[in-house]
């Protein structure tokens, strides 16, 4: 299994798929197109059934029971777009094996190393086979390592008909790097009682909460004047900008927080001084402390308003995802079924909150219950991503697992 997972994950890394933040079509790129439809050749290779893409890019197949007891219908997703904002084309994966615990090569040339200084997650992997990059783009672990998992558990219980197992559905979804993965998925096509995102990280996350979040996009408007003749007749908007940020707690970011704690993030600044547009997201797991996040963004906007004149800042607040805990509680079974496999392949479930977000957080809402499983890929959306072998073999473990304790 383990030689099967290997080769389909290093097939599909070397397929662009990066998404478009920019686009105004679904999917927002081509390639992901590209992708779907050789997934779908190889879904109806290895035998699933009802195999289909959809006119938004939504892949979808069936593994039917093969017992005669009724049982849950067990939902596995993955997306196929890596990020936008760095190099996921021309990915050329590098595997390390029995990794010795030193700095890894990843790029003589440029000199670029994957140093366990940097990662001391490193140090606790001396002996796995690991894949890399080569240093110039991601690997595409995210989440690519989930579909070669869920289809690569797929096939293990297809040409193991002996092994019972419920009812599978399984789907591949477009965009979700840019937040817009579930925006055309039919829950109730789709069919499943319940589904896990394999979209995490580390061996062992289960996660069943994230953030609550939302984008927030400040407008300032300023008066530009001679600096020599400016004296109470300019007003800078980037000064302004400057101010309200400083109005917000100062360690209520992302660099100063951890766990459940939420934060505001500016993530993007531009202007002159005529026009200043700020972009932040906000984020907290507890809903309460989410919307008063929300408030005080707008309170600062009205108290630096009556200092410079109504009109001066517009705010635009839009919330993007919630916490999917609020749906999971009242599914107990949805977690326990899923400790338990972690238990029996023996793997100790993480069961941190994500720092983030994932589209079960939004299918969950949308009637899918959908906690989120790890995959073994570390260092997302960057160049010194990496994936451990022995990891995503657990996974693709755990998702069989998964699928034959629904029968019992």
Sequence with gaps: MQEALVKRFLKYVQINTMSDDTSTTYPSSSVQLDF???????????GLSDVNLDENGYVTATLPSNISKQTPTIGFISHMDTVPDYPGD???????????????????????????????????LVGESLITTDGTTVLGADDKAGIAEILTAMEYLITHPEIPHATIRVGFTPDEEIGHGVDYFNVEKFAADFAYTIDGCELGELQCENFNAA?????????????????????????????????????????????????????????????????????????????????????????????????????????????????????????????KAFKNVGVTPILAPIRGGTDGARLSFMGLPCPNIFTGGYNCHGKYEFAVISHMLKATEIIIEISTLATK
Aim: hydrophobic share 35%; charged share 25%; proline share 4%.
């Design 36 to 46: 779907a439809k050789l997934l779908v050749e190889e879904c109806k290779a290895i």
């Design 90 to 124: 021309h990915v050329k994966p590098q595997i390390v094996k029995n990794y010795n615990g030193d700095s890894i090569v990843l790029n003589a040339s440029e000199d670029i190393h994957l140093s366990p200084k940097q990662f001391p997650i490193l140090s606790n």
């Design 215 to 339: 984008g927030a996009t400040l407008h300032i408007h300023g008066v530009s004047v001679h600096p020599g003749a400016a004296k109470g007749k300019m007003k800078n908007s980037i000064s302004i900008a400057c101010e309200y940020q400083s109005l917000l707690p100062a360690l209520e970011v992302p660099e100063h927080t951890t766990g459940h704690e939420g934060f505001y993030h500016l993530h993007n600044m531009t202007g002159d001084i005529e026009n200043t547009t700020l972009h932040y997201i906000i984020r907290d797991h507890d809903r309460d402390q989410f919307e008063k996040r929300k408030q005080t963004m707008m309170g600062l906007v009205h108290v630096l308003n009556k200092k410079y004149g109504e009109g001066t800042i517009e705010i635009e607040i839009s919330d993007n995802y919630y916490n999917m805990k609020e749906v999971i509680d009242r599914h107990p079974q949805v977690m326990s079924l899923a400790e």
